[in-house]
């Protein structure tokens, strides 16, 4: 966003880094809330509360808008950036790793999730009726990913069937945009370039939508803390140390000690000064997509082929997310285990095996739809609740409070996740140049 040159409270907002910003919505929604809850009661305050509210189902709402675009132009360009001939055998490896880490990330988040068990005492929420787990057997969802009518689908909002069509859609373009016949690839040119800018113009958007986080963020925490009383607190905080201790545990275990120390045969020490400039740019951008630069800088710094990286950065950078994977599978746990202790009748068990196993493929199609910006990961997150039969959308009214509980301490967990999502790249095509024998050597010295 360009500079807002004004001393007034507004130019103050715009100007103020969004991290700030959303803390403070953060501490101030707490502290309104908390309030407001120990000195209003009953009908009270449940009619100051229908004031706030609207501005943070706003800001669930915009989420929700903006959730197919975002796959749509994420992905098209991003499989249609890749070109075939590039691909060959490298790319295949690297694709395959990119997709089997992200499985593992999910698992490790979900195991977290079931370790430390994070929930929290919705006290004062709507309980659920009926039977709310109505989603359809695995085997219907994954024939259902292949779409009937793509129209139908993106009027249904049934996004794996937009996935997998757009990653059709946008492998094609990359093949024709190497046609030998010039009128075919000048118009599969055209066609990229055309969905190029609505992918711009898309995180444009959901750049002013994360301008508008504080204020959600305000209005959501307040009246969760409003109606739970400040019992929440514990329960935040414990996703917070759920979701760090996953990713620690997984950078040092997984990425460390067996891709680079063990399947590389290379010095973990060199490695995080190699990468060191991409982890932290990361951390504090959270976007993927921003730190770009400094990984593809560090990616040279570390000796990676060029031609394996200019190709593999920028598709890591849309596909391979294991931070986010990893929060994907503990914020289901979170939130699965906060409707479990709400509504026990209707909700018997945490998960169930089969839920398990949609949550570990749909997240790990999930990561591969996020586009690499801040509050990327919660707006797919919504995707993967609803594969479960969780819709976030309000039908099940705890559901939705313990998303906006999650969306309300986002801008931390994300920080972690993005520093993952980064130096994944790294660290996998570290490891397989180096079994390769292309990983300049020299580097490491
Ligand atoms: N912010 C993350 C990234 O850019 C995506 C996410 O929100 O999970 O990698």
């Not at 089997?100 to 929420?125: C, D, N, Q, W």
């Not at 959270?286 to 630069?293: D, G, N």
């Not at 994907?328 to 709400?342: C, D, N, P, R, S």
Request: charged content about 10%; aromatic content about 10%; glycine content about 10%.
């Amino acid at each position: 966003m360009e500079k807002v040159e004004s001393k007034s409270l507004f130019g103050w907002y715009f100007n103020t880094n969004l991290l700030i910003r959303i803390l403070i919505g953060l501490i101030a929604g707490s502290v309104v809330g908390i309030i407001l809850g120990s000195v209003l009661e009953g009908a009270e305050l449940a009619r100051v509360l229908a004031w706030i509210q609207p501005f943070g189902t706003a800001f669930i709402r915009l989420l929700f808008m903006i959730m197919v675009p975002v796959i749509f132009s994420t992905l098209i360009v991003g499989a249609a950036s890749v070109s075939p001939k590039q691909l060959g055998k490298v790319g295949v490896r690297v694709m395959l790793i990119y997709v089997f880490s992200s499985f593992l990330a999910v698992g490790t988040g979900l195991a977290a999730g079931f370790l430390f068990r994070p929930s929290v005492e919705l006290v004062g929420i709507e309980a659920a009726v009926g039977d709310a787990r109505v989603a359809p057997p695995l085997a219907d969802q994954l024939l259902a990913i292949i779409p009937n009518n793509i129209a139908a689908s993106i009027v249904g909002g049934h996004l794996l069937s937009i996935i997998f069509f757009t990653l059709c859609f946008g492998t094609a373009i990359a093949m024709l945009r190497e046609s030998g016949n010039e009128r075919t690839k000048n118009a599969a040119e055209t066609v990229f370039n055309f969905f190029d800018g609505c992918a711009e113009i898309i995180i444009k958007m959901v750049k002013g939508i994360m301008h508008y986080a504080p204020i959600g963020v305000f209005a959501l925490i307040a009246v969760v803390f409003a109606t739970a009383g400040p019992a929440v607190v514990g329960g935040l905080a414990m996703v917070v140390v759920t979701c760090f201790a996953a990713y620690i545990f997984y950078v040092v275990v997984w990425y460390l000690l067996i891709c680079v120390r063990t399947i590389g045969g290379l010095s973990i020490g060199r490695f995080l000064m190699g990468a060191k400039e991409a982890m932290v740019t990361g951390f504090v951008t959270r976007s993927s997509a921003a730190t770009l630069p400094v990984t593809m800088e560090c990616a040279a710094k570390l000796g990676l082929p060029k031609n394996v990286y200019s190709f593999a950065v920028p598709l890591g950078a849309t596909i391979n997310m294991d931070g986010t994977a990893i929060y994907q599978g503990a914020a289901v746990v979170f939130i699965a285990l906060t409707v479990h202790l709400h509504d026990p009748v209707i909700f018997p068990y945490i998960l169930t095996g089969e839920q398990i196993l949609t949550v570990l493929l749909m997240a790990t199609l999930a990561t591969i739809g996020t586009a690499g910006v801040p509050g990327g990961g919660m707006i797919m997150l919504l995707m993967v609740l609803y594969s479960i039969g969780l819709p976030a959308d309000g039908t099940i009214p705890v559901v939705a409070a313990a998303y906006a509980m999650i969306v309300g301490i986002d801008a931390l967990l994300d920080m972690g996740r993005t520093s993952i999502n980064v130096v994944g790249d790294l660290v996998y095509l570290s490891a397989l140049t180096r079994r390769m024998g292309t990983l300049d050597m020299q580097k490491w010295a």
